[in-house]
């Protein structure tokens, strides 16, 4: 299997998670504006998640995608490596600046002491 760990421009870290999952780790800090970047890959790939996709998951610096790899080699071609490619689709919506609308409420929850 071919080493996935990889720096983008963005800064962003490609780690392999077992066979079955990469994480994209977009840094150390904690800071709004990065777990804004985060929230906004994430909707953006949660929109466009191809079926060999099983689970997106964001936390407060990274994202975490689960893949079955029988359905993504048959679902890309086979001239590379499959997983190789999926990184470089991810890479794309990364560069994409487009927008992704998202909607937030305050929720007020009573609490009793």
Same mark, same amino acid.
């Given at each position: ?51 060999? =996709? $099983?689970? +997106? /998951?964001?936390?407060?610096?990274? @994202? !975490?995608? #689960? ?22 689709? =991810? $890479?794309? +919506? /990364?560069?994409?600046?487009?927008? @992704? !609308?998202? #909607? ?10």
């Amino acid at each position: 299997m071919q080493n996935i760990d990889q720096i983008n421009p963005h800064g962003i870290t490609f780690s392999s998670l077992g066979d079955e999952a990469i994480i994209l780790n977009f840094g150390d800090s904690i800071d709004e504006s990065l777990n804004g970047t985060v929230l906004r890959v994430f909707y953006k790939l949660k929109k466009i998640a191809p079926l060999f =996709i $099983k689970d +997106i /998951i964001p936390t407060y610096n990274s @994202i !975490i995608i #689960f893949y079955d790899l029988l359905i993504m080699e048959n679902t890309k071609p086979f001239n590379k490596f499959s997983l190789q490619l999926f990184i470089e689709d =991810i $890479k794309n +919506i /990364i560069k994409d600046d487009t927008e @992704i !609308i998202t #909607f937030s409420r305050k929720i007020k929850i009573p609490v009793c002491y």
